[in-house]
């Protein structure tokens, strides 16, 4: 695979940055040989390192060819050939085992030292994301987390246990099936709500999900409609669907999220180019000879919302350090011009095209045409970036997350 100039003094830039950080951090962190205590990581297909195999749902990723290009070269639960950016991120960061998903055997004694992933495929923002696909929703993974900190403070002691939660990494990644396994599909809710309707009510989830709130008495009427999320928009209200009207009181409520149970260091990945993933091409982009632009301006609207979400927050909650991981440019730079990076193929991935990557099996060991050499890749499936396309992802998600680490 060649490789240009720019990611060869990329790659010496990060090294520097990260021998410097560690350098300024005085190898505090675990055992003197990681930036970060831990890492928890909480979202969906990007991060899901293998929950998902051990829940009621057809989206998995434990068979061929998935894992082939990993260590071992099996699968390992993780929707890609080998490794994610998370993966690559916790090599840069010092770590020589990987935190296991909760819900594996794995995720037990001491290996809770190093983090878990709460992460399943096909969740969402929107829990009722992850209810189509009978995936963990967000709010469950909060609840994981919660179980997790009290199995920590048995392994570790409550001292430690306390200082891993508070100097530990937490990353979230979320969105992208809300939009292309939900909004874009359902219409229930495209007939119903613009695009940044649905990206406004995401926002709102992400920040409560961040901070929590102490919420008063109030009076709501909310309109639940047949076979989609409750969403009350004013422009909605004279919508022809049918519709039943329930009049609730909300009381006031401690609410622990992410910020009240210690978090202090997140980053959470903005929506990449979704308008380039090989599944909104297929399905979306007849009249378009590249990405769907119509997309790709959603993705962008809704990253600029979480973006001013995730700045408020850093001003209203005392000690957070929150950056959004803009993975929006950096994929959106290996679409467009592949060969700079080294790349053949962006438009198709490397398992399963054209109509099969429509399905839900998205690449199984009978997929038509699964190529020989993923490096070539930008995409390994319909949605999922390679492992090569993974490393320059880590790349910039580490360089643009470095205020994280000190």
């Known amino acids: ?105 794995q995720a037990s004694g001491k290996k809770l030292l190093l983090g878990a992933n709460f992460a399943s495929a096909r969740s969402g923002y929107d ?24 199995k920590l403070a048995k392994v570790a002691g409550n001292e430690k246990a306390r200082s891993i939660i508070k100097d530990g990494l937490y990353i979230l990644s979320a969105g992208n099936s809300d939009f292309l396994q939900n909004y874009y599909v359902n219409p229930f809710l495209y007939k119903v709500y613009t695009p940044d309707q649905y990206s406004s009510y995401l926002a709102t989830i992400f920040s409560s999900f961040v901070k929590g709130a102490v919420s008063s008495p109030v009076s709501i009427i909310q309109t639940v409609y047949f076979g989609e999320p409750n969403i009350l928009t004013p422009s909605n209200l004279d919508c022809e669907q049918k519709r039943i009207q329930v009049h609730m009181i909300s009381h006031p409520s401690q609410v622990d999220k992410l910020y009240n149970l210690g978090a202090r260091r997140i980053g959470v990945t903005s929506l990449p180019p979704l308008g380039c993933v090989p599944l909104a091409i297929t399905l979306f982009g007849m009249h378009e ?50 060969s700079n990076y080294g790349f053949a193929e962006a438009r198709r991935g490397c398992c399963g095209t054209g109509i099969i990557e429509t399905t839900w099996l998205l690449c199984n060991p009978k997929s038509i045409g699964t190529c020989r050499n993923a490096t070539e890749y930008v995409f390994w499936d319909s949605v999922h970036p390679s492992q090569a396309a993974n490393q320059l992802l880590a790349n910039a998600l580490i360089l643009q997350g470095i205020s994280l680490i000190g």
């Open 1 to 105: 695979m060649g490789i240009n100039n720019n990611y060869l003094r990329l790659r010496g830039a990060l090294a520097l940055i990260v021998a410097l950080a560690f350098a300024i951090s005085g190898g505090d962190a675990q055992n003197s040989t990681t930036l970060v205590p831990a890492i928890l990581t909480f979202g969906d297909s990007a991060v899901d390192v293998g929950n998902n195999d051990y829940i009621h749902t057809i989206f998995k990723a434990n068979f061929p060819p998935y894992g082939r290009d990993f260590i071992n070269h099996k699968p390992t639960g993780s929707f890609c050939n080998g490794k994610l950016a998370t993966d690559i991120t916790a090599d840069t960061l010092g770590f020589t085992a990987y935190p296991p998903a909760y819900l594996s055997p």
């Open 127 to 150: 829990d009722k994301t992850a209810f189509l696909s009978h995936a963990i929703p967000l709010s469950q993974q909060l609840e994981y987390y919660k179980e997790y900190q009290a």
């Open 289 to 338: 000879s590249g990405c769907v632009s119509r997309i790709n301006n959603d993705a962008q609207s809704f990253n600029k919302m979480i973006n001013s979400s995730a700045t408020n927050l850093q001003k209203q909650l005392p000690g957070l350090k929150i950056v959004v991981f803009d993975i929006y440019k950096s994929l959106y730079d290996l679409v467009k011009t592949p």
